[in-house]
């Protein structure tokens, strides 16, 4: 009875959802095995074609969320205004630029900006095993990919009034 109860419970937020014309709530998902983890890195790379960045959930617990990104290419740089972003580099390695100003702004999303590149900014080689934190409010870009970069990163909501480093 009681999965009923909560079966039917998810099916009326989604439909709400639906009809309110928000993305339906994604599932959670609290566990992801290391040989998961491996097959995920696999089927990125199987299809991987043109795309610069393939994402694939590890764990989601709202408002938590945690993605192996598989970067092939250089891709568009960053600013997300309402989350931090913990990064662990599982394999590979390339170079991150912090800070600086966005090059050809666009905003994809209230919580997002993007843009082609950075100018100025701070450049460091990242390489398996490094573990850092791109801080709410601060563009980043990874401006070179030696071969493939795979990374965990965790976004971390810090609500769109929090303070800008």
């Known amino acids: ?19 309110a ?10 566990f992801t095995s290391a040989a998961d983890v491996q097959a995920l890195m696999a089927q990125a790379k199987a299809e991987h074609t043109n795309q610069a ?3 694939k959930n590890l764990i989601r617990l709202d408002p938590y969320t945690a993605t ?21 580099v599982v394999e590979g390695s390339g170079t991150l630029v912090t800070g600086g100003t966005l090059v050809n702004p666009t905003s994809p999303n209230p919580e997002n900006v993007t ?3 950075i100018a100025g900014g701070q450049s460091r080689p990242v390489a398996k095993g490094d573990f850092y934190v791109i801080p709410q409010g601060v563009p980043h870009w990874y401006s070179q990919i030696n071969g493939a970069l795979i990374l965990m990163s965790l976004h971390v909501p ?8």
């Not at 014309?21 to 609290?30: F, H, I, R």
């Open 1 to 19: 009875m009681r999965s009923f109860a909560l079966g039917l419970t998810a099916a009326l937020v989604t439909a709400t959802a639906a009809a």
């Open 21 to 30: 014309g928000a993305p339906a709530p994604l599932p959670e998902k609290l």
């Open 53 to 55: 960045n393939i994402g």
């Open 68 to 88: 192996l990104e598989n970067r092939f290419a250089v891709g568009p740089a960053a600013i997300h205004n309402t989350e931090a972003e913990v990064f662990y």
């Open 115 to 117: 843009g082609t590149a």
């Open 158 to 165: 810090r609500g769109a009034g929090a303070a800008k480093p």
